[in-house]
């Protein structure tokens, strides 16, 4: 169906083109996917990383609200990504959908679980607006698991990033695979790498771990993780041993951790020893200082690889699909504690970087070439046609109804009765909403932090 052109009381749209700026808006779930969006907005409008861009930029932040809503510390901590922090602000998914309506930007980048994405693109479409922006969605790291389920939620948009050629060839290939438009994927790269190449310093020998909050998952997997990372602090004592964290107990992140490092390092036998520290903060800032970057399968490898700092992957736990390292076969950086201890330092395969979109070869400049032009081709192109998720009511009737739902959206992808915002309901109701958002939102962080791993533990008796 294509877009009304004869609303009369819709205001005139200017073609992006025209205007003065480029207007982006970054609609995001969680504090990793803020840092991805943002920046792949200011790649997408051609922001350079020093000076001015050759067109003046407007990127206004949305925090979608739900149980990853970031914090404003963990906002401050994903550094520097080129939004004022008066222009984020916390929305629900019908408030996005007006905000877009109401101030017509020319670009949205939907930062979020497949989900969200999904039920945005069918809010978008229900819009039906004389001049709708073009909708970029994507991943914000390694993509390990739920391929096909990601990828199907995110169709509909006018371009699906894929952060490397391998995961260009595996995303055109699910689409094409069950007969959907497979133009929207488009190549680039993770929009966070760079830094300054890894130079050794005399003196200095720095090793660091990256934490994730799921990976592992067991209680007893994540502390023989952290007892080897202390007993590498012990054997070495001339080394600096960082346990670098995403998030303090009580946040949330893209995934739900249940067991913080934190309070497992509490319960170290002899306690933690001097050269051996936990550290918060952006992952680039940590990056500066690492000689020898180890995890099991974070995306901060390829940051890590990106600067050729010294990467290796862990297979302790083994190699497997649900650790994510199995990603890294091939790589040539999977390797053990014991073998670590040892001095081993491992050497990455070029052939399977230049498949991962690290881009250590000096072409990372270039990675958005494509996808910018791509962007300045739909802005250029006149009215885009409706937005056309591959899941419909037809396609997907016992799937895609909860998963609208869940955001307050009809099969129509009109909000529901009752999903009003706060401008509608006035400020005092607003007020009593948040207030209660609030509660729960506490209530459950101490469910999944402190209940529910005791109820595993009571199950497991």
């Excluded at 840092?35 to 003046?56: F, H, I, M, N, Y």
């Excluded at 934190?262 to 500066?288: K, S, T």
């Excluded at 802005?379 to 997907?396: E, W």
């Amino acid at each position: 169906m294509p877009p009304r052109t004869d609303d009369a009381s819709a205001p005139a749209a200017t073609p992006a083109a025209d205007r003065a700026a480029l207007r982006t808006v970054v609609l995001a779930d969680s504090d990793t996917r803020w840092k991805w969006g943002a920046l792949t907005a200011r790649r997408l409008a051609g922001v350079p990383d020093s000076g001015a861009p050759e067109r003046p930029v407007e990127i206004s932040g949305l925090l979608l609200r739900g149980r990853a809503t970031p914090t404003p510390r963990q906002l401050a901590e994903v550094g520097e990504v080129g939004v004022d922090a008066d222009r984020v602000r916390e929305v629900t998914a019908v408030e996005f959908l007006h905000t877009v309506r109401d101030e017509a930007p020319d670009v949205v980048v939907l930062a979020l679980v497949g989900g969200a994405v999904q039920a945005m693109l069918h809010g978008l479409a229900a819009l039906d607006l004389p001049r709708r922006p073009v909708v970029v969605t994507g991943y914000v790291g390694v993509v390990y698991e739920k391929l096909a389920d990601g990828l199907l939620l995110r169709h509909g948009a006018d371009i699906v990033l894929a952060n490397s050629r391998h995961d260009g060839e595996r995303f055109r290939a699910v689409y094409e695979g069950v007969g959907a438009d497979a133009s929207s994927v488009t190549e680039a790269a993770l929009p966070f790498l760079g830094g300054e190449p890894h130079r050794a310093e005399e003196g200095r020998e720095t090793v660091v771990f990256a934490a994730q909050p799921s990976v592992p998952e067991s209680r007893a997997d994540r502390t023989y993780v952290l007892r080897r990372l202390v007993e590498h602090a012990r054997l070495h004592p001339g080394r600096e041993v960082l346990l670098k964290l995403r998030s303090k107990p009580g946040e949330h992140t893209t995934h739900i951790e249940e067991l913080p490092y934190q309070r497992l390092a509490e319960r170290i036998p002899g306690g933690l020893p001097p050269n051996f520290r936990l550290v918060y903060g952006h992952m680039g800032e940590v990056l500066d200082r690492t000689d020898l970057l180890v995890t099991v399968s974070s995306t901060a490898a390829l940051e890590s690889l990106h600067r050729r700092i010294p990467t290796a992957i862990l297979s302790d736990l083994g190699v497997r699909e649900a650790l994510g390292n199995h990603h890294f076969i091939g790589s040539g950086l999977i390797t053990s504690w014991d073998h670590l201890d040892g001095g081993l330092r491992p050497e990455p395969d070029e052939e399977w970087l230049a498949g991962q979109g690290v881009a250590a070869d000096g072409t990372y400049a270039a990675a958005y070439d494509t996808a910018r032009a791509r962007v300045a081709e739909l802005l250029a192109g006149g009215p885009l046609p409706r937005l056309a998720p591959y899941y419909t009511p037809v396609t997907a009737p016992g799937y895609l109804p909860g998963i609208l739902a869940r955001h307050h959206l009809g099969l129509d992808g009109h909000p529901l009765p009752g999903a009003v915002t706060p401008k509608e309901t006035g400020r005092l109701r607003g007020a009593v909403r948040d207030t209660v958002r609030n509660a729960a939102r506490g209530a459950y962080r101490h469910g999944v932090q402190r209940v529910a791993p005791v109820i595993r533990r009571m199950g497991e008796l």
